[in-house]
């Protein structure tokens, strides 16, 4: 684990705002050089703190006007490996996360649908068809706020 001080979360949350952003911009934004910037955020990347950029797409601009949250039981333990169900859910263009999570139910989907019509066509004709779908809880997105995490720093 890497030792982070003020500065360094200060950079995390700077990126966490706008990864596109230089490390001129944060450096002045974190009251440092450019080539300390540049130097801070290397050591974050090498150290795996930072793992990548992530393009953030708007889904209601795309016309994908309804999210919804499924919890799926899986009806079959053991007849189907985790892994299948995992790979032929993936598939599914509408689905953007899998989550295999502990609880009531095995995995936790992100589905993005046009409409609730379309939501019901993507879960009976897609999902409900799947090997080993089973019990399902649907709860649809209202609001969404994000939040990257703890960035707080030792003191926030």
Known sequence: MIDLDETDFAILRALSDDAAQGA???GRS?????????????????????RGHQLRLNSDALGFGVTVFLGVKLATKGRVSLEDFERAVSAIPEVQTVEHVLGLYDYRLRVVARDL?????????????LPGAGEVEANVLLTEERRMGPLGGPLG
């Open 117 to 129: 019509p379309d939501f019901e066509r993507v879960l009976r004709r897609r999902i409900m068809t």
């Open 24 to 26: 001129g911009a944060i």
């Open 30 to 50: 974190c009251g440092l050089s450019q080539p300390a910037a540049w130097r801070r955020i290397r050591r974050l990347r090498e150290a795996g703190v930072i």
